[in-house]
């Protein structure tokens, strides 16, 4: 079979791949289909023809899977922020296992690896300290809308989450419950405000107009609330106006700031950044560290689950009195201050400076004189002069980003020889390619998956590797 482009099948779903995608078989050939489930029949339209595969549109379940469930979010086929809901968490947590497996075996050739069942969120629901939120003069039509005969207005103010690979167009949110529920209650309010107040939203295509986004920040061990507004002009009356609005709505506000972004930059980094009520940030901790959290500073988003993330690598590093910890790709040094209670010092390497500057004031901070922290590029900097200047790692720790390590840290790594690595990866196709090569010199005894976001196909995963 052929299977063009455009031409609509039938396909019985046997598996979940890598992004949430359905599979199913035809004629030997692997076809991927968003928004599917193991053993749903479904009817699909051919959007994308490969020489291996093809990638197909859904357009209707005919047959329901036995492990298909109703979402609990009415946006939940359209927004891409929970991929997942129409799976049972437990099914989630298979499915994510499986592919951690897979990467690992498959791409990084490791059989004889352990790889533990996927680690479970206590949180399905509510679980992010963080959403940002968008505004636009556009927004995204409904399936149903679209399949109407009459023309349909995509015209107003929509507030929610940019739909999935359009920049110009958002999808208006009804409910969210990614963040607890005062988020989505902030949001809808911002939202009638604006309306009723005649404030525009931002249009991204004429660079004109107000409300750009709206973040919300709150604390998991503390009471702290954050709304930072971000708009594109800087208009302090409005702003003390809704905010002195909002401050009387919603009481458990503890600081509101606005990011003003008079650039075409979709970012909600603000150009200038004034606080509006309250200190400005909050604060939350992670293990026993407490941590000052300004509106755009990096920290984990499922706070909880980072604990067990965090426990997962410190436990994988064994860490004995007197030894040297190497953190490389740092951030704000979250990891770093954890591994530090057990370590004779601690090294934290990062490229970002505005996270380096984060991470020594959060050492000051928690008043840990064992931990440093240097800016560079990991493959430049790591050095044999920097060696002989902090001394010769006992264990490294590595957090690369999704594209995984240079080639030329994962040469020097194979060359430097630690003892003990600790690879912490969330995206587990990167971290099986680097494993494969550092598999010459490490013996990769066992892989853990950890869940931190449930509802969506992401899943991160910590590896101990033990020189050979």
Known sequence: MALKKGEEVTLEIES???RGKGVAKVDGLAVFVYGTAPGDVVKARIIKKKKNYREAKLLEVLEPSKDRIEPKCQHANVCGGCSWQHVPYAKQLEYKG?????????LGGLSDTIIHPAMGSESEFYYRNKMEYSFSNRRWLTREEINRDEFVDDSGFAAGMHAPGRFDKILNLNECHLQRKESFEILDFVRNY????????????????FMRHLMIRNSFHTDDFMVNLVTYQDDQELIKKLSDEL????????????????????TSIG??????????????????????????AFFQTNTAQAERLYETAREFADL??????????????????????????????????????????NAKENN??????????????????????????????????????HPDVVKRLKELKVPKLVYVSCDSSTMARDLKELAEVYDVQEVQPVDMFPQTYHVEAVAKLRLK
């Open 247 to 266: 401050l009387e709505k919603f009481p458990i506000i503890t600081t509101i700031v606005n990011n003003i972004n008079d650039t075409k930059s979709p």
């Open 320 to 361: 004995k009195d007197g030894e040297i910890v190497y953190d490389l790709y740092c951030g704000v040094g979250t990891l770093s201050l954890f591994m530090s209670q057990k370590a004779e010092k601690v090294l934290g390497i990062e490229l970002v400076d505005v996270a380096v500057q984060n991470a020594k004031f």
């Open 194 to 209: 604006c309306i009723q107040h005649d404030i525009p939203p931002f249009d991204a295509m004429k660079h004109e107009g």
């Open 368 to 405: 840990i004189g064992n931990v440093s922290f240097i800016k560079g590029d990991m493959k430049d900097v790591f050095t044999q002069e920097m060696v002989d200047k902090f001394g010769a790692p006992d264990v490294l720790i590595t957090d690369p980003p999704r594209a995984g390590m």
């Open 271 to 296: 150009r200038i950044e004034k606080v509006i009520h309250g200190p400005g940030y909050i604060v939350d901790k992670i293990g026993d560290h407490t941590f000052k959290i300004h509106p755009n």
């Open 98 to 106: 499986q592919q951690v497996a897979d990467h690992i075996t498959r």
């Open 16 to 18: 979940a791949a890598f």
